[in-house]
Nanobody
């Protein structure tokens, strides 16, 4: 069983930065990708960014391209999300997720992930 624990959320002013981290433990050897999703109040959970665990191919939602950067540390079993130029519309609970299934295309769908963290709140004030 894989456990994912997020950290790094908080309150920041618009234009500021935050760095989220996700630590994975348990049976992680068969992981193919890790991703970040977010869910704002009253909205569905949406894709933010993902990275393949083998190699470093990354995927981003259009809304965060150029502002967010996903990275990984294979040795430490962590994935991070550097968020710059934050906007009030980035306010949401951010979830880390891992996928243990190989897909040839992008990893931007919730159904592609089988393990989820409990989430960390990010609030951006205007």
């Amino acid at each position: 069983q894989v456990q994912l624990v997020e950290s790094g959320g908080g309150l920041v002013q618009a234009g500021g930065s935050l760095r989220l981290s996700c630590a994975a433990s348990g049976r992680t050897f068969s992981r193919y990708a890790m991703g970040w999703f977010r869910q704002a109040p009253g909205k569905e959970r949406e894709f933010v960014a993902a990275i393949r665990w083998s190699g470093s191919t990354t995927y981003y939602a259009d809304s965060v391209k150029g502002r967010f950067t996903i990275s990984k540390d294979n040795a430490a079993n962590t994935v991070s999300l550097q968020m710059n130029s934050l906007k009030p519309e980035d306010t949401a609970v951010y979830y880390c997720a891992s996928s243990h299934t190989y897909y040839g295309g992008t990893y931007d769908r919730r159904q592609q992930y089988d393990r989820w963290g409990q989430g960390t709140q990010v609030t951006v004030s205007s």
